[in-house]
């Protein structure tokens, strides 16, 4: 679907114009059009593939969706690929946005993703000193929108971590923390794919030798960057947790079980101490001769009673019970 | 076995040829020769080494098999190994294709594959466009095939990982668990060491100094060496997935001991109750009144059923039971 | 906050100077102003861009706060962040201290920190033949400060760690430990975030291609760059020592439980022999020699007590109790 | 102890020499000796120092032994250390070779290896085409050699893992998997120890700038690296298998405790429940009408046997019998 | 405290000299001097950098000490950061040596060391053809020597890990291995911190570009760092062997915790089972027929025993008991 098709000139909106002028444009001076897709049908990437010239493989792999973040030069034009991360009702959703660059175009395409660029737009337009640095500074300008969202994908998950950490010490969490922990790391991993591959390319922006599209642009690429690499650390420092948080999980499994094996214990003796003296008393032998003694059975109780009491106060001291 | 021997020219096929001709189309400009093999023989692959020409070091690691994958130059040709992997009935095959390529000819020879390449070779002939661009174009094709196979493996083991995780919180799962988990592990160490040597020598492709007959097809093996990346990526997140995996697995065994043994200590109890109260009942002293109250039998089981009533709402509330 | 602004001139303090006249004491040759902030105002930091002619993505991170450290070079200025690190009733608290660098001004604002850099300051006028080397000395100053501070905060963890080694092999200790491990964990994964981003950044101050305001400065940033390796190598360690103190303390956590396990299984069986005495005299066999036995009874207290005694002896022997 | 001497020209062997006239020899133009020395005395190796020149630093080396593998070029000559590991009696041990190479002559000097290189020389006798490369040539059929051996020993790891792996679900196999995997363990460190510095050795005799005595030889030399590529793929694999082994077994021990419990808590509520019933009846209650029943007793018995069958039935049901 | 203070010439002992002379013998060509320090007070160090011309940083870090090892240039000069490790009572203690090479003059300040280094001296003056290579052969000399001396230290370990590996399978030994481990891995840590950074730096003297006072004598450092190469791959492997035994260690735990159990349950049924029938025999229902059986009694026993004997016998045949 064609959310927008519009000419820019020296950083201002010249028009909105039909998808079948776009090569007319593409080739004024001092031009570039910026079209944005949605859930784009073949056919459609087949018109802009004519109509910008755009290399087979490129396409070939925007039409599949699925890939891995890149960002690849082909000739001297760019082909990009981002992934977003939604979250909805606890889960991640994620999407893709697959940008073609040329020195005078720009064509993004989204896919499975809630939020669009509108606001990307508005805000370039807005700042026609910054546009007219052309189709790299838009480059940039998505870039740096699809980056800023994963910032609160990223808090969601640091939340997640310390509901944990406030459980892990608490007795009988341990199952849903170990639940939580094996989620969060499922997250994580979703998110570390997202974001390393994309570190990794977007270095190539803004260090070394850099493709002609992105030059002068160096130092916003350098922020993206440096986003991707806070991102990245975050998220190696979460899983550097979660691995310990799971390892914690497990002594404190182990060491529950010790308890309730110190209980049992504990319990076991207060029962069995009276049963053995009950069971001295049902001896048959004749010449008993507590039997006879009047208050035998009462004293009998008492001493069952009064074992029982020592043994609770001993368990208590040395923390069984 | 010789599966085919075709010459090609300007992107056309020419004609099969027999055997014993290649060495003479091989010498004609503009002409490449494709021959492919299976399972060939020691005689068959010494007459293609005489025939093109071949180096006695990649000859002799066609003939033993199992390589790891890796490409090869020598002086202005190429030796590539692949190994190929199939799945039949939960288990995985290994195959291996080595590929000798020319500036004008191309041999590949595959081992314990079932599935061939024949539509590799009929795609190629439907894109003489393509297939002009020689055996540099070829040697693409066939790696792009091979690489592609590898998807459905990988997709195969992302569902064996799911399966076990809709089982991992799940009781008495565990010793199936730990099984699927460590056959996983065996599987993905296979498809490790498949991709792995392999994405590294086509690196070498598609970035700095290509050999002489791949140069102009770079952007073709970057696609082959960027699926190869996702799938190095896919399977190191299978990997990590997999041992936080074993490790909750084997909090959740700890747990389940631990609620067997909660189990275990309430029901003693319940028992041990009533026991205790028979057993004070059983004494043989004299003086105890209670034997002759007119219900104090039933006074007693009352006491007994009363205690385990009691008992078992109270381990019910602290979910021991 | 404004705390200081100051020009120099070959090393000497010429005058505390009012703000508006920065931009002109900039463009003094031989001279430079070194500005102080504390947690800036907006307001301020656009001041202070208009007076230094700051570069608006650097000023931005600076707005913003909460980076991660780094050094950038903006044409021949440099931005520098870095945080500090201070304890309070054992807890760490992150601060940030970003420094704008130019060939003749150093602009320096600190957020969420206690302690400030007048000490720096005045160190620095008293050396004034250091001094004189102009912005990238007080830069070093600065950042010498800083890494200074990381000292002690890693010293409190070590004493931390140390604290647990005494307790590890301890009974009764695990959870404690488990507890001041998860904590010291956190608090390592805080210093390393701070930590190794520096010293990669400042890796680039001190070797290959150095930026024009460090020239001469080499081995002072150098000196920088070895304290931040040798916080960097014991931050490992403790992570390396940690994990390991975790994996002994499951070790002794599961000890324990097995001794637990023994002691009950002693106890149980000293019981348990008595017990069953009592069960056989209290059997209604009508010829039971013993119960006639006149001191069949006191025997029979004499075999228990015998037996328990043996048992005893036997469980102290093999260390069950 | 000496082995051979030999003098060789254009690939073809001149005579055994005596060792005094190794000196002479070396000086002829298109000559070459090859001295194989067997846990040679320090006064054979100070023969062969002189005899040929070596420098002081490798034949200190040499004399010492318990070197790690290594190759280290002294002016245009070189000196490799490869180790030899050999299997006996589920054993491995260790043995040294090492090689002193001159553009006209080559030294080995074998230590605590069982297995000689008389079939190497035999082989590069036979191939003088060969064999006219010189001393590059013959270093490479020594590594050749030396690398090859390794492969059984790797095979015999694998074996004894796949050993584990058959017994690592089977119950109360778990002591004796645990012992095999870390006598694996022992034994793959040590093949790691011997492999991996030796491949570090032989990149460097294969890629990049290469020792004048290897020029030429280069896909040689790459052969053996790919050999040692493999062995150290197939070791990391190994490693990689072993700790999930270690920790699956880990897992099981678990498990198999578990499982103990329950048949514990199985048994003991069946033996527990007629004990229970036993004592009700043993009491002493007046008025307990089932005392007078005529099948009292029977009935008894009939309710003990029945609730035991229903509580067996009832544990096999849940799987804890 | 002065050790010594010499002047050589030629590889030849001059004299003697005073602290005084020092600043004029370094200033004669063909002349180096060679002085020792051992705890030097701070006086001495600001003596020696006057005489000397050292850079205030290093000898800074010389007053300082607990610097990680390094060697820094300073011009054309170097600082080198040495640390020592010696063996006491099973304690290892840190000392560290610093030396200050100039193209002349070679300065050595030992701490916290026992051994000093007078035999290094002893042994360069024997040797006169390697002393005249200057001041750089007596930093290979002194290197050499400290890292000589780390061989032993390193053994002592592999014996602690020796012992815990004897014991590791042995039951009951489980605690003082579980402490022989943390402590080994406390002590491979600091060898570690000691010898890593070390080889580190001199990797920086035997490959690309060596500086000026160590040219020539490449060969000597390589053979330095192929020791500490030796070194670094032995801790490795240590370190790998410890992580192993920790694992097995605690899968020994659990096992033993099984067996525990499992003779708990077996002993707890062998006395059950009589307790049971002595229960029933207990009961006071009126018709009960085997009470008059004249042998009823020793029937009764017969058969406990008899249960007993057939448990007992079931009990060892699987291993339980």
Same mark, same amino acid.
């Given at each position: 679907?064609?959310?927008?098709?519009?000419?820019?000139?020296?950083?201002?909106?010249?028009?909105?114009?039909?998808?079948?002028?776009?090569?007319?444009?593409?080739?004024?001076?001092?031009?570039?059009?910026?079209?944005?897709?949605?859930?784009?049908?073949?056919?459609?990437?087949?018109?802009?593939? =004519?109509?910008?010239?755009?290399?087979?493989?490129?396409?070939?792999?925007?039409?599949?969706?699925?890939?891995?973040?890149?960002?690849?030069?082909?000739?001297?034009?760019?082909?990009?690929?981002?992934?977003?991360?939604?979250?909805?009702?606890? =889960?991640?959703?994620?999407?893709?946005?697959?940008?073609?660059?040329?020195?005078?175009?720009?064509?993004?395409?989204?896919?499975? #993703?809630?939020?669009?660029?509108?606001?990307?737009?508005?805000?370039? =337009?807005?700042?026609?000193?910054?546009?007219?640095?052309?189709?790299?500074?838009?480059?940039?300008?998505?870039?740096?929108?699809?980056?800023?969202?994963?910032?609160?994908?990223?808090?969601?998950? =640091?939340?997640?971590?310390?509901?944990?950490?406030?459980?892990?010490?608490?007795?009988?969490?341990?199952?849903?923390?170990?639940?939580?922990?094996?989620?969060?790391?499922?997250?994580?991993?979703?998110?570390?794919?997202?974001?390393?591959?994309?570190?990794?390319?977007?270095?190539?922006?803004?260090?070394?030798?850099?493709?002609?599209?992105?030059?002068?642009?160096?130092?916003?690429?350098?922020?993206?960057?440096?986003?991707?690499?806070?991102?990245?650390?975050?998220?190696?420092?979460?899983?550097?947790?979660?691995? #310990?948080?799971?390892?914690?999980?497990?002594?404190?499994?182990?060491?529950?079980? #010790?308890?309730?094996?110190?209980?049992?214990?504990?319990?076991?003796?207060?029962?069995?101490?009276?049963?053995?003296?009950?069971?001295?008393?049902?001896?048959?032998?004749?010449?008993?001769?507590?039997?006879?003694?009047?208050?035998?059975?009462?004293?009998?109780? #008492?001493?069952?009673?009064?074992?029982?009491?020592?043994?609770?106060?001993?368990?208590?001291?040395?923390?069984?019970?």
């Amino acid at each position: 679907m064609l959310v927008n098709c519009v000419a820019y000139t020296e950083g201002h909106k010249l028009a909105d114009i039909p998808v079948e002028d776009i090569s007319e444009y593409v080739k004024r001076p001092n031009c570039f059009v910026w079209v944005a897709l949605k859930d784009p049908e073949p056919s459609e990437l087949d018109r802009m593939q =004519e109509e910008f010239g755009l290399h087979e493989l490129a396409v070939d792999d925007a039409r599949q969706g699925h890939q891995r973040p890149k960002i690849e030069e082909y000739g001297d034009s760019l082909f990009a690929v981002l992934q977003t991360i939604e979250i909805k009702d606890d =889960e991640l959703t994620l999407g893709e946005v697959d940008i073609f660059v040329g020195p005078n175009y720009i064509l993004s395409t989204r896919r499975k #993703t809630q939020k669009g660029f509108v606001d990307v737009r508005a805000r370039c =337009e807005r700042e026609p000193h910054l546009l007219q640095n052309g189709s790299g500074y838009v480059l940039y300008a998505l870039m740096d929108a699809v980056v800023d969202r994963y910032f609160p994908v990223l808090d969601e998950l =640091e939340t997640a971590l310390e509901r944990v950490e406030e459980q892990i010490f608490v007795k009988n969490a341990a199952r849903s923390n170990i639940e939580a922990l094996y989620s969060l790391k499922q997250k994580l991993m979703m998110l570390k794919h997202v974001i390393d591959p994309l570190m990794e390319a977007v270095s190539k922006l803004s260090g070394g030798r850099v493709p002609q599209i992105c030059t002068g642009m160096r130092e916003y690429f350098r922020d993206v960057y440096d986003h991707l690499q806070r991102l990245h650390a975050s998220i190696e420092g979460l899983r550097d947790m979660q691995t #310990t948080a799971i390892q914690v999980n497990l002594g404190m499994i182990n060491l529950n079980e #010790t308890e309730v094996t110190k209980k049992l214990a504990g319990w076991a003796a207060i029962i069995a101490i009276p049963t053995l003296i009950a069971g001295i008393y049902g001896m048959n032998f004749k010449n008993m001769p507590e039997y006879d003694w009047p208050y035998g059975y009462y004293l009998c109780l #008492t001493a069952m009673v009064g074992f029982d009491v020592l043994l609770y106060l001993w368990f208590r001291k040395i923390r069984w019970l």
